[in-house]
């Protein structure tokens, strides 16, 4: 018996949001706030789930990010 199923498919055939095949993101996310513990916290959970995440901690650094230019150290 072949298993014809794909990496993100349970058992039952029914696709799994979340797995994602290796490799694979579900897209992009920035992350903007002055709270470092929120923006790390939301970092990790995007990033669990397949986001790709830039996270900054102020709207100038976020609007930088946005626009391909690095932020001021």
């Given amino acids: 018996m072949t298993n014809n199923t ?6 039952n055939g029914v696709n ?3 797995q994602q095949p290796t490799g ?7 992350l903007i706030d002055d709270d470092n513990f ?8 995007f990033k669990q789930s ?3 995440v830039q ?3 102020s ?3 976020g609007l930088k990010a946005l626009h391909g230019t690095s932020p001021k150290s």
């Fill in 6 to 11: 794909s990496p993100n498919t349970v058992s």
């Fill in 16 to 18: 799994d949001p979340t």
């Fill in 24 to 30: 694979t993101t579900k897209g992009n996310v920035l």
């Fill in 38 to 45: 929120l923006v790390d916290m939301y970092a990790v959970k």
């Fill in 50 to 52: 397949g986001f790709n």
């Fill in 55 to 57: 996270a900054t901690l």
């Fill in 59 to 61: 709207a100038a650094d």
